[in-house]
């Protein structure tokens, strides 16, 4: 079994820093062959407060710990004996009663980190607390897909800026906003004819920014190629993350062979007058999954599509004297989809009397999440992207 | 093209017209011009509180703190972009990226930034000894950790994975005895100015690689310089800045941080060492290197000695390319090489110079990165425009033809020369100038357009 470290010694050349592929080709792209699994990622970027959002609703701690945070009882919706959800998430809900969601709760990892970009950068790279890594989960699954090929498009995020979970060793996943955006500013002469270049003669830094180029353009080609053929239809929030989860589903709907969709909702660090904003972001976050649920099934892509939703970390169980919350550690998962083996509440209600210097102690380790993600849904090689073996849960 | 790799490689680049004659030896001079950056005002009476402030002291605190930010980010950057001090700032930049760390509080972050300044051309020795007590770093690292019973943990693994010996070369029993020698290390929150707590100090004895002792920090930080594989580590993280993207070739290094370990840790000999060797200059050392955004961004500053329109636009491109001064992504330090390319990165990058030399407007949305603490997730941009005296640079290459003013700025812009198509491409296009000025402008735009420019 080998160590992260070395599988990311053996993936790249020894020799050079640049991993210039053989020989660019034109790109050829496919259409995505029937029966395979996509994965849809939704991060919840600032630390979700997740004990306000699947709430314990007949716990005295959480009540003593948050006298003005604590959601009443009354409006809770109340789906299970221990455990409902924020008032707000009625959208969820209605999912759970359909049997399409999978909560897990204290998700977390060993030595957890209270540092946004620690913490956020672990989720990414899949890394253990205290070591350093510079390629993603994601980037590695495209790194593991194909050697030489043009992997770019396989993994998509609906952002201007590639998030470090789609970089690879080799293959670094896509970001746009939207296809239409990037075809046109694509197709502006300077990067047509920069473009056309043959570079792959010349020196390994030159070489490697023409090629990045050619593909970019190719793979924004195709997919605006592809895109423009299917009209969603469907109605979605007025709000950017809705936005955003639209333009997934056109992506899908377009029937290109992307395997891996991104996109983050941020705004939840919230250490001031915590309970108008979660609000309004759960309402947000709700409304458009929802939108996208609908979306994916009318079109019947959902059976093959999982929806998978983190934060880098919950916060403390008490709140704060600002009428907020602080970093804390485990939090809750969620995986929405439509054949999931297990669904509701999976593995318990968070501890709250069993706390760490005030935070929930996490009982499963994210990273058995991916394995189990990788390996049963997208039939990777999942030991090998983690460079660890991390028991599998059945739930896909 | 010698001068032009040096400015490069110990600056940021040289604006057109610059006397590159003088020696390397005597343009190293230059760099002993320490200008600190004093734009924030000192510690207040009220210190550095911020556990216990009521939602409205806090946000009148972070509301000054974003103007400090944006000040100190535009503090740095100016000097980055002058003559004078650039050679010094090129190498506090290295130092932040090695040291990297982040602090809510302004006056923090500028005294930091200063004493890696002071020592940035001095002796490593001293400088690991300055910011090992720099309260932004005690704070920073203080903010990770885990286990109250064992404070500094933290500190003495970073200390070691990442300011000297680098991963594999200590044990855990050495970062638990260090850890126990650091206890103690603490700051007064009014003046900011280190504080050694004796009674929380552990001053039993402690086994650290082999030396039986009752050591303090200071001397495991001395201890740490004693070991060969600390100048390797540090010449390794030199070779990734200053010499290529390339692994280090064995020889050279090997030599580099023998001699940098026999120096002492001279920073400024090491340094000289590379600018006056023979090998520095050879081809496959030249545009070796990927820009990183602020090389980008304070190189196109001295190119053009622009101005931005809008005071936002500098920290928007910073945010929009994943470089924030004073904000590196954690205490790993910055991206490397190609890590900074893909796909809509490397577009952004050669968008770019139409979008400071003409009117367009960009809409790219930079990303949050989810703290709600980091004021420059706040910083917008659309205007991106850069004021720019082509007259000036005009007036350097006059009564020459189009076709040699392309060349001799492509000589002031490029770090190798460009391939004869692509020259003839660039020439095409600076042709339908009509007057020198706008056959400056179009030439800086033909080549920084080009992935080209992106290296150094």
């Known amino acids: ?39 849809v ?5 600032g630390g979700n407060d997740g004990l306000n959002t699947v709430v314990p609703y007949r716990n005295d701690v959480y009540y003593q710990v948050r006298p003005q945070l604590g959601l009443p009882a009354s409006s809770v919706i109340k789906v299970h004996d221990e455990l409902g959800f924020h008032p707000a998430l009625e959208k969820l809900a209605r999912l759970y009663h359909q049997g399409e969601l999978a909560v897990l709760n204290n998700v977390g990892y060993p030595n957890p980190d209270r540092s946004h970009f620690r913490s956020m950068d672990i989720w990414h790279t899949a890394a253990d607390s205290s070591e350093y890594l510079s390629t993603g989960w994601l980037g590695r699954f495209l790194d593991a897909r194909c050697h030489d090929c043009a992997a770019g498009h396989l993994a998509i995020e609906v ?36 473009a056309a270049i043959d570079a792959h003669g010349e020196e390994p830094s030159v070489s490697y920014l023409y090629k990045t180029l050619a ?7 195709y997919i605006y190629s592809q895109t423009g053929k299917v009209a969603s239809g469907a109605e979605y929030p007025a709000t950017d993350f ?7 589903a056109q992506l899908i709907h377009s029937g290109i062979d992307t395997r891996v969709y991104y996109a983050s909702l941020s705004g939840f660090d919230t250490h001031v007058r915590q309970l108008n904003e979660h609000e309004r972001l759960l309402k947000v976050f709700a409304e458009a999954v929802d939108a996208l649920v609908t979306d994916l099934k009318k079109h019947g892509v959902f059976d093959d599509t999982l929806i998978l939703v983190f934060s880098e970390f919950g916060r403390r169980v008490a709140q704060n004297a600002s009428a907020g919350t602080d970093h804390g550690t485990a939090n809750n998962l969620f995986l929405i989809g439509s054949h999931l083996r297990q669904q509701g509440f999976v593995n318990g209600t968070p501890d709250l009397k069993q706390l760490e210097q005030g935070d929930l102690i996490h009982t499963l380790d994210f990273r058995s999440v991916y394995a189990t993600v990788l390996d049963r849904w997208l039939q990777a090689d999942a030991d090998r992207i983690l460079g660890k073996s991390f028991a599998r849960l059945d739930l896909v | 093209m010698a001068p032009q790799h040096f400015f490069y490689r110990a600056g940021f680049g040289v604006a057109p017209g610059t006397n590159t004659s003088l020696a390397v030896r005597e343009t190293l001079a230059q760099s002993a011009m320490n200008k600190p950056i004093a734009v924030v005002e000192p510690v207040d009476a009220e210190g550095l509180r911020l556990r216990g402030m009521s939602p409205d002291e806090r946000k009148q605190m972070l509301q000054k703190s974003r103007k400090t930010v944006l000040q100190l980010n535009q503090a740095w950057l100016a000097q980055m972009a002058n003559d004078a001090t650039c050679l010094r700032e090129k190498m506090t930049l290295f130092w932040h990226d090695h040291f990297a760390c982040r602090t809510l509080f302004a006056p923090l972050a500028q005294k930091q930034n200063n004493t890696l300044r002071h020592h940035a051309l001095g002796s490593f020795r001293q400088l690991l000894q300055a910011i090992a007590k720099d309260p932004a770093m005690l704070q920073f690292l203080n903010n990770q950790q885990n286990r109250k019973d064992s404070p500094n943990e933290n500190f003495a693994r970073e200390v070691m994975e990442l300011f000297t010996l680098g991963r594999g070369h200590y044990t855990e029993e050495d970062v638990k005895e260090a850890a126990r020698a650091f206890t103690g290390w603490a700051f007064n ?25 009752r050591w303090g920090g200071e001397d495991i930080v001395d201890m740490l310089l004693e070991d060969k594989q600390t100048a390797r580590f540090v010449v390794g993280k030199i070779w990734k800045s200053f010499v290529s993207d390339q692994p280090p070739e064995p020889e050279i290094a090997e030599a580099l941080a023998a001699d940098f370990f026999r120096w002492d840790y001279d920073i400024a000999r090491l340094m000289e060492s590379l600018y006056t060797s023979s090998w520095f200059y050879e081809n496959r050392f030249r545009a070796s290197r990927i820009k990183t955004p602020v090389e980008l961004l304070a190189g196109i500053l001295v190119q053009t000695g622009g101005r931005f329109q809008e005071e936002v636009a500098p920290l928007f491109i910073q945010r929009a390319l994943g470089q924030v001064l004073f904000y590196p992504p954690n205490v790993g330090g910055w991206p490397q090489g190609p ?14 110079p139409s979008l400071l030399f003409s009117e367009r407007e960009t809409d790219f949305q930079a990303k949050d990165d989810g703290d709600a603490n980091n004021l420059t997730n706040g910083f917008r941009g659309k205007n991106l425009a850069l004021a720019v005296d082509w007259k000036k640079w005009a007036d350097v290459f006059t009564k020459q033809s189009t076709a040699k003013t392309l060349e001799a700025i492509s000589a002031v812009l490029l770090a190798r020369p460009l391939f004869a198509s692509q020259t003839a491409r660039a020439l095409r296009f600076v042709e339908t100038a009509r007057t020198d000025e706008e056959v400056v402008r179009q030439s800086y735009l033909a080549l920084m357009s080009l992935p080209e420019y992106q290296l150094c």
């Open chain 1, 1 to 39: 079994m080998s160590t992260r470290r070395s599988f990311l010694k053996q993936s790249a050349l020894a020799t050079s820093a640049w991993l210039i592929p053989g020989f660019l080709k034109a790109f050829d792209g496919k259409p995505m062959p029937a029966g395979e699994k996509r994965l």
């Open chain 1, 41 to 45: 990622v939704i991060q919840l970027s």
């Open chain 1, 159 to 194: 952002d201007d800026v590639l998030t470090l979970a789609l970089k690879g060793e080799r293959q670094k996943g896509m970001a746009l906003r939207n296809p239409k955006r990037l075809h046109d500013t694509l197709q502006a002469p300077l990067f047509q004819e920069l």
């Open chain 1, 215 to 221: 593909q970019t353009v190719s793979s924004a080609e």
């Open chain 1, 242 to 248: 809705a936005g955003r989860l639209k333009t997934i």
């Open chain 2, 189 to 213: 929150p009014m003046t900011t100015d280190f504080l050694f707590r004796t009674r929380q100090h552990d001053d039993g004895v402690k086994t650290f690689r082999g030396q039986r002792g």
């Open chain 2, 339 to 352: 890590e900074w390319i893909d796909s809509s990165s490397l577009t952004f990058r050669l968008s770019l």
